[in-house]
């Protein structure tokens, strides 16, 4: 018997819990609606820490420092009619000191392949009227000093 449904894409998925001055880095692609933490992708071999600092070295040209793991996340979602299986893993990290997190307020220019990227920080206070994806994030970051958590999320 064959099962009709699609198998979903999988993805393993670093994320930056970014904080300065009480403001959290977000980012998204030039005109989308929604914001997310800065993240990316991580490729076979690569460690998740890695991976993240590649990922700002590659989309904002900045480095950060990686640090304790807050949170994994199951996430299923659809994207573009296709169903989604991403493997969150959420780092708590900081700006390299003197780099331009570190010290310009921004907001900052990025690239992902050819799409323009906005990074800006964020005060916890406007967080909570924005559209947060996932959408899990708005408790993640009401509380990111929490203990360790594991998040299953479905949309």
Known sequence: ????????????????????????????????VFWA??????????AAAQALAR???EELGEGVTV?????????FFVH???AQHELG??????????????C???PYAGVERDRRLEFAW??????ALMDLRPAFLHDLLRDPDQAFRHIVHRV
């Not at 933490?37 to 690569?46: D, F, I, R, T």
């Not at 640090?67 to 996430?75: I, K, M, Q, S």
């Open 37 to 46: 933490l800065p993240g990316g992708k991580v490729e076979p071999g690569e």
């Open 122 to 127: 964020f005060p916890p206070q406007a967080l």
């Open 1 to 32: 018997m064959h099962d009709a449904t699609p198998t979903p894409r999988v993805r393993l998925r670093a994320a930056a819990v970014l904080w300065r001055d009480g403001a959290v880095l977000l980012h998204r692609l030039a005109g989308d």
């Open 89 to 102: 893993l959420y780092f708590m990290a900081a700006p390299t000191p003197g780099s331009a997190l570190a």
């Open 55 to 57: 990922e700002f070295q």
């Open 67 to 75: 640090g304790r793991l807050a949170c994994v996340a199951e996430n």
């Open 80 to 82: 573009r009619g296709v």
């Open 104 to 106: 310009e307020p921004g």
